[in-house]
């Protein structure tokens, strides 16, 4: 995992490759790249809390954290737990763009970079989880992880078809810690596995789910 930090942290500070998709309120920013291939979205916004630091991370880093500010999010748990900074894991989500539930396996790892900088990132890799459909999937950005191969013994529903499995090239955070807010970066990059979804409206709906981070700020800014 250590190749998907170095590409979160590579996507968080550089700015030519984005553009501006929106700026929303309470300084919130939410860009996409130009013309890369996987799409790549990248959210940038304070918590005017700089004390929440550490809740912060635990609530990113434990796999049911978002079920607090998430409208899309249904469930989420540990299914491996190699240490206390690397695991992977299962969310489950409403898939807006097909208004059904989807799922998706993905390894995690957490860095302290220092006293007042964590980074977690997250990275889908080659695990078998027996979902009959044939389509394979390869991460196109973190391609150390698609030498990862693991079986997971899945639920009835992903066995049986039920659900539409989605696929994290990259995704994670970047938390740094100032004197009077916790700067917060969002880097995303997912297969929602929409084949029939025209890409306006796939991009849509990856805005929305990346902008229920930036309700942060509300949840701690009340505590």
């Known amino acids: 995992m250590d190749e998907a930090v170095t590409f979160l942290q590579k996507y968080a500070t550089i700015t030519r490759n984005f553009c501006l998709y929106n700026r929303f309120e309470n300084d919130v920013f939410l860009y996409f790249s130009k013309y890369s291939n996987p799409d790549v979205g990248k959210l940038e916004f304070k918590i005017p809390v700089p004390d929440a630091y550490e809740d912060i991370i635990n609530l990113l880093w434990n796999p049911n954290g978002i079920h607090n500010f998430c ?25 807006n763009a097909q208004s059904t539930q989807g799922y998706v396996y993905f390894l995690a790892k957490k860095v302290d970079v220092s006293e007042d900088k964590t980074i ?92 229920d981070f930036s309700k942060l700020q509300q949840l701690f800014d009340e505590e």
Request: glycine share 2%.
């Open 71 to 95: 409208s899309d999010f249904v469930s989420g748990k540990f299914v491996r737990v190699y240490d206390p900074s690397l695991a992977i894991m299962q969310h489950r989500y409403i898939n």
């Open 120 to 211: 977690i990132a997250m990275a889908s890799a080659n695990i078998n989880d027996h979902n009959p459909s044939n389509k394979k999937y390869k991460n196109e950005i973190v391609k150390s992880a698609n030498s990862f191969k693991i079986d997971i013994d899945s639920e009835d529903d992903i066995r049986n078809g039920n659900l539409i499995k989605m696929f994290i090239n990259l995704s994670g955070f970047i938390i740094k810690k100032e004197d009077t807010h916790v700067d917060i970066t969002h880097v995303d990059s997912i297969e929602c596995n929409c084949p029939n979804v025209p890409w306006w409206y796939i991009q849509r709906a990856k805005a929305i789910k990346m902008l």
